[in-house]
């Protein structure tokens, strides 16, 4: 079967990943990650792409963002990702790839997973078994978001704005979304979308990309509509 073409709406909430060529690790010291941080808040800015969330793993990225226009995303990338590659093979004297390909990316239902996707983002590292709290790993957009340290990459997107009148609230709100685990089946969920170039969202929405976009939004029906009598028992049995 042909491989989707990622799909893409401006003004719409994406999750992004780039990973490693082979695996291997794109950061090597702290400094690294300042650096790729610095680089993706000028490109950000340039392509006119609002970033909401995001971790530097070791060996790739996760990103929840925004492109305000039609090319704003593959541009940003495009710029930041060979500008690093620059930066990392001089800073560590080596030569080649340093990204495994295209970046794989997913348009988000803001309605039904956009805080679902903050979520996940930021437990990128508990899962991994490399902090036991989000709150304890450094790279991750989880210290603005939850903790309050002002990290200037972040431009907090309109359902984060909603979860409070004040900072504080926001932040202690947003905290009550981390208590217990991740559903296994959300976790799928995002994990085949984004990498299989399939839409993350609701059936409706769904149809309504497909009608402005004229592409497919997945390869083949699966799931549910998450506002159906019938997901909804499901997630109140724990399936």
Same mark, same amino acid.
């Given at each position: 079967m042909a491989r989707l073409p990622?799909?893409?709406?401006?003004?719409?909430?994406?999750?992004?990943?780039?990973?490693?060529?082979?695996?291997? !690790?794109?950061? $090597?010291e702290e400094t690294d990650h300042s650096v790729y941080l610095a680089f993706l808040k000028e490109a950000a800015v340039k392509y006119q792409v609002a970033i909401h969330a995001f971790v530097l793993m070791t060996n790739h990225v996760h990103l929840l963002a925004t492109p305000q226009n039609e090319t704003g995303t593959p541009r940003m990338m495009?710029?930041?990702?060979r500008r690093y590659v620059r930066y990392f093979n001089h800073i560590h004297c080596r030569t080649g790839?340093?990204?495994?390909?295209?970046?794989?990316?997913?348009?988000?239902?803001?309605?039904?997973?956009?805080?679902?996707l903050y979520r996940y983002i930021e437990l990128n590292p508990v899962r991994a078994g490399m902090v036991e709290h !989000?709150?304890? $790993?450094?790279?991750?957009?989880?210290?603005?978001?939850a903790v309050g340290k002002e990290v200037q990459l972040i431009t907090p997107h309109a359902q984060?704005?909603?979860?409070?009148?004040?900072?504080?609230e926001r932040q202690a709100n947003y905290r009550s979304l981390f208590r217990g685990r991740m559903l296994d089946r959300d976790l799928t969920e995002i994990r085949e979308a984004t990498n299989k170039a399939w839409v993350l969202g609701s059936d409706s929405f769904k149809r309504h990309f497909e009608v402005v976009s004229g592409r497919r939004a997945i390869a083949g029906k699966r799931g549910g509509d998450r506002r159906s009598a019938a997901y909804k028992s499901a997630m109140d049995q724990g399936l």
């Open positions: 990622r799909p893409y709406l401006p003004e719409c909430a994406q999750h992004i990943i780039q990973r490693g060529n082979n695996r291997a !690790a794109c950061f $090597y495009q710029a930041l990702g790839t340093l990204w495994e390909g295209r970046y794989k990316s997913t348009v988000v239902d803001t309605e039904t997973y956009l805080l679902t !989000a709150s304890e $790993y450094p790279w991750s957009s989880y210290q603005h978001n984060y704005q909603a979860l409070g009148n004040t900072p504080s």
